[in-house]
């Protein structure tokens, strides 16, 4: 199995929550980690998710949803799972044995009519996934350095 692990961000829809994890990934822990996004009614990318991370210097215009069905005969390290409950039901990933649930609202989903009221509903989702990529990230370094421990002591 490869060593370095793979971690599918999984949403409704991939058209935002998703590409944005998968940005942070990519940016924040580079060749550390190969991240995916799919969604389970994969769409394009949102232009505002595209938008509000190119104002923290993340690039995600190239990035493009999967649908979930694709990806089932990869492993995956990390599934972790975007979806606002109650409003949401969590998408099920099966194959995966570190299953992580994140509770974040779709921006996709805002009621605001006002652009620049949507365009602030996806900041606060930027910030909020940037956050909870940088735990998944300290998790996954951590989990690293226990493994090489238990790996030297055998």
Not at 105 to 126: I, L, M
């Amino acid at each position: 199995m490869d060593k370095i692990p793979k971690v599918l961000f999984l949403s409704r829809g991939s058209a935002s929550r998703g590409q944005i994890a998968e940005g942070f990934l990519r940016a924040l822990a580079g060749d550390r980690c190969h991240p995916y996004s799919a969604g389970t009614e994969a769409t394009t990318v949102s232009p505002l998710a595209t938008q509000v991370m190119c104002e923290v210097g993340i690039d995600i215009s190239t990035q493009r949803p999967r649908d979930i069905a694709s990806l089932f005969q990869d492993t995956f390290h990390y599934v972790v799972v975007l979806s606002e409950p109650p409003r949401e039901r969590y998408p099920v990933y099966p194959f995966t044995r570190n299953l992580l649930k994140w509770s974040v609202p779709d921006p996709e989903a805002t009621t605001d009519n006002g652009h620049e009221a949507r365009r602030q509903a996806f900041r606060q989702v930027r910030d909020q996934v940037r956050d909870r990529v940088e735990e998944l990230i300290e998790t996954m370094n951590q989990q690293t350095k226990f493994a090489k421990l238990h790996a030297a002591a055998a």
